[in-house]
T-cell receptor, first 114, second 111 residues
Framework: EAQVTQNPRYLITVTGKKLTVTCSQNMNHEYMSWYRQDPGLGLRQIYY???????DKGDVPEGYKVSRKEKRNFPLILESPSPNQTSLYFC?????????????FGPGTRLTVL | SQKIEQNSEALNIQEGKTATLTCNYTNYSPAYLQWYRQDPGRGPVFLLLIRENEKEKRKERLKVTFDTTLKQSLFHITASQPADSATYLC??????????FGAGTRLAVHP
């Protein structure tokens, strides 16, 4: 089944404790992206990657890191999480050859930073 | 700054009626707009795309319009059903990976 998977789905952590949220897609998509979703603000892009070893900042990159060593994986790293990073996070992927430019989203990771 | 605005208030309609959702954009000229559906606790799912040179697109009971003069897209669901209840997100895309989502409008279809 074609899908984007994220782990963990739920995470409660404390300020300053480094964490990684994994994202993997099995559709051989070149493009991958991370978003955070907050009430009233919609989805805001954190980082995106056009292909392996190619990453760039989105609208809200502060406090986050990413890497793209393999085409299928795009982990999101919070080196020193803070309470304002409490949010719902989505990973997405996209096929550049698709005429619809649609993004396929993962199920989301709900992160709480105490 | 570039902005995408959707009605923040929930839209409540009766089953069988047409639901119309609005997406307005400012300080922006998107090359295309997309509409996604999001159910509680799940990731958005793509529904439709319309490009700047297109006026209207349809898919089954869904219709989307794009008015570059009004800087607005309308999303219609005809013969709405309770199963259509969800949050609908508008995305505008332009430039090099400039993707902007609206905050979404929650639709509730009552039997």
């Amino acid at each position: 089944e074609a899908q984007v998977t994220q782990n963990p789905r739920y995470l409660i952590t404390v300020t300053g404790k480094k964490l990684t949220v994994t994202c993997s897609q099995n559709m051989n998509h070149e493009y991958m992206s991370w978003y955070r979703q907050d009430p009233g603000l919609g989805l805001r892009q954190i980082y995106y990657s056009m292909n392996v070893e190619v990453t760039d900042k989105g609208d809200v990159p502060e406090g986050y890191k990413v890497s793209r060593k393999e085409k299928r994986n795009f982990p999101l790293i919070l080196e020193s999480p803070s309470p304002n990073q409490t949010s719902l996070y989505f990973c997405a992927s996209r096929d550049f050859l698709s005429s619809y430019n649609e993004q396929f989203f993962g199920p989301g990771t709900r992160l709480t930073v105490l | 700054s570039q902005k995408i605005e959707q009605n923040s208030e929930a839209l409540n309609i009766q089953e069988g009626k047409t639901a119309t959702l609005t997406c307005n954009y400012t300080n922006y000229s998107p090359a295309y707009l997309q509409w996604y559906r999001q159910d509680p606790g799940r990731g958005p799912v793509f529904l439709l795309l319309i490009r700047e040179n297109e006026k209207e697109k349809r898919k089954e009971r869904l219709k989307v319009t794009f008015d570059t003069t009004l800087k607005q897209s309308l999303f219609h669901i005809t013969a709405s059903q309770p199963a259509d209840s969800a949050t609908y997100l508008c995305l505008a895309a332009g430039g090099y990976n400039k993707l902007i989502f609206g905050a979404g409008t929650r639709l509730a279809v009552h039997p």
